[in-house]
């Protein structure tokens, strides 16, 4: 497991952690905070660089590792407005449109019923697109994960232990200033990130009046009766090209 410490000095943090599940395959997990528009780069070079560093030199291929290549973000990543994503590999027919199978023979050889088994897969938690309504304990943990805060009639295994290791008494004096430093960066970063997206919102908002005004004044529509349509100055309407 490797970790970035939670300092004064890094107050947008990642942190990375490699496990092992008891069947031997390899759990990536990342929380990222800062805004990166290659992350999709980076997930597969994560996830690349563990497939051949744990298949030793002259090993046959079929000893590579199974990767789940798990990214918890908490910044605009791409286009969509779930909150988890799920990423399979599959082999579709271009003429056909059918779904490649592994055969019965490679069944049998892998211990494995489908081919996706086999890469890489890939699931992608946008926290902050959660809207803190929890159906199940997937969303237990993503409430858990955007808010600091654990619920008492929230059940998901896993939280119980989560929730004393979030009480500061168990904490040293060190380990709670760290804490305390970390839920602060995390409420500015949150401010930081709402007033972006209100700014750009008002933006809009204004570039479309503006869009607007310009169209009736170019249909010669008085000036006064623009100003009053759209919401902008006078002066305002008068200054547009």
């Known amino acids: 497991m490797k970790s970035n410490r939670l300092t004064k000095e890094s107050k947008f943090n990642r942190v990375d952690i490699l496990a092992r599940s008891t069947q031997g395959e390899l759990l990536l997990i990342e929380v990222q905070n800062d805004t990166e528009q290659d992350y999709f780069h980076r997930m597969l070079y994560g996830s690349s660089t563990l497939i051949t560093e744990y298949l030793n030199r002259g090993e046959a291929y079929e000893k ?7 990214h918890i973000v908490y910044f605009p990543l791409g286009r969509g407005d779930d909150y988890v994503y799920e990423g399979r590999v599959q ?3 271009r003429h056909l449109d059918d779904k490649l199978e592994l055969s019965q023979t490679q069944q ?19 926290v902050n697109n959660f809207d803190d309504v929890t159906k199940d304990s997937l969303d237990e943990w993503i409430y858990f994960l955007k ?3 654990i619920k008492e009639e929230f059940s998901a295994q896993g939280l119980t232990e989560a929730k004393e290791r979030l009480r500061q008494e168990h904490l040293s004096e060190e380990e709670s ?8 960066d995390r409420q500015y970063e949150n401010s930081i990130i709402s007033t972006t997206k209100a700014a750009a919102e008002l933006e809009g908002k204004k570039k479309e009046k503006r869009d607007i005004a310009r169209a009736m004044k170019q249909s010669g529509s008085k000036f006064e ?3 009053q349509i759209t919401g902008l100055s006078l002066r305002e309407v008068e200054e547009l090209p």
């Open 108 to 126: 049998e050889l892998f211990k494995k019923k489908e081919i996706h088994e086999i890469f890489p897969e890939y699931y992608l938690l946008k």
């Open 225 to 227: 009766f623009i100003a």
């Open 64 to 70: 590579i590792k199974k990767v789940y290549s798990i």
């Open 147 to 149: 808010n600091s805060e």
């Open 177 to 184: 200033a760290v804490y305390k430093q970390y839920l602060q």
């Open 91 to 93: 082999f579709r027919g």
